[in-house]
Nanobody, 126 residues
Framework: QVQLAESGGGSVQVGGSLRLSCSAS?????????MGWFRQGPGKQREGIAT????????YYADSVKGRFTISRDNANNTVYLQINDLSPEDSGMYYC??????????????????WGQGTQVTVSS
């Protein structure tokens, strides 16, 4: 079973940046699965943000974060990153990484993801 652990969240001011990390550990049912980032703000539904293919670096983003967020991965270290820039209060929330095995698709549909981390909190203040 893969375990995912997010880190890097915190409190920042408007316009600030953060780099979130998601480390995968444990016995893997599939080495370097497809990975994605999600978030859930206060009183909001969970929102898919970005996904990255296992190999080749192909990425896909939600329209709400295009141009400000960048997903990347380091397969050698089983880590996925999310660089988030130009933050606004609307970006506040719990950020989760998630994974699924097999053939990667350009999807941030949460139903496809089978393993989830506990989340890391991002708070943006003005």
């Amino acid at each position: 079973q893969v375990q995912l652990a997010e880190s890097g969240g915190g409190s920042v001011q408007v316009g600030g940046s953060l780099r979130l990390s998601c480390s995968a550990s444990g016995s893997t049912y599939n080495s370097n699965p497809c990975m994605g980032w999600f978030r859930q703000g206060p009183g909001k539904q969970r929102e898919g943000i970005a996904t990255i293919y296992t190999y080749g670096g192909r990425t896909y983003y939600a329209d709400s974060v295009k141009g400000r967020f960048t997903i990347s991965r380091d397969n050698a270290n089983n880590t996925v990153y999310l660089q988030i820039n130009d933050l606004s209060p609307e970006d506040s929330g719990m950020y989760y990484c998630a994974a699924y095995p097999g053939y990667c698709l350009p999807t941030i549909d949460a139903d496809r993801y089978t393993v989830w981390g506990q989340g890391t909190q991002v708070t943006v203040s003005s």
